[in-house]
């Protein structure tokens, strides 16, 4: 389940790619999942576990990855940790949804990113509320970003 906690929060990663940069190993590159969501956010192919190749800063090494790709990558690999995904945009967010479905993860979040007009699930960690849609998210995670009570 995904879990979204809105505004300042004590534990929280804020620095995700430096994060990633100093933890990641090579062998996330192997995952298929990795795969998909380097090639959907960054538009890059891995080549190998030092190496992607990108259409507009051509091979470039994992550290290169966007913040977006890297938090997501995290994500993925390092779920016990809350990560800021407030650097992500809005394309990486069916990516958080789908890697919830895999595993519980909690993000950080200091706007309201989109996560399209479909149904899901989302715990607002602020309020412990449980939300399906981005109506929902809205009503909600404008209130803990603007410091209501709920």
Known sequence: MLTIYFGDMDGV??????YFNNTYSAA???DPLAQRIIKSVDK????????????ILGVIPPEKLSSGTKTLLLLLFA???VYNATNCGDN??????RISK???ITINLHHLMNFGN?????RIG????????????????????RGGLR
Request: negative net charge; contains cysteine; aromatic residues 6%.
């Open 13 to 18: 990663i804020d620095n995700t790619s430096v």
């Open 28 to 30: 996330w590159l192997e």
């Open 44 to 55: 890059g192919v891995v080549l190998g576990p030092n190496a992607i190749e990108t259409k």
């Open 79 to 81: 779920a016990q940790n």
């Open 92 to 97: 990486c967010a069916y990516w958080i949804l």
């Open 102 to 104: 895999r595993h519980d």
């Open 118 to 122: 479909g149904r899901f699930t989302a």
């Open 126 to 145: 602020n309020t412990g509320e449980l939300i399906h849609s981005m109506d929902e998210l809205v009503l909600v995670g404008a209130d803990c970003l």
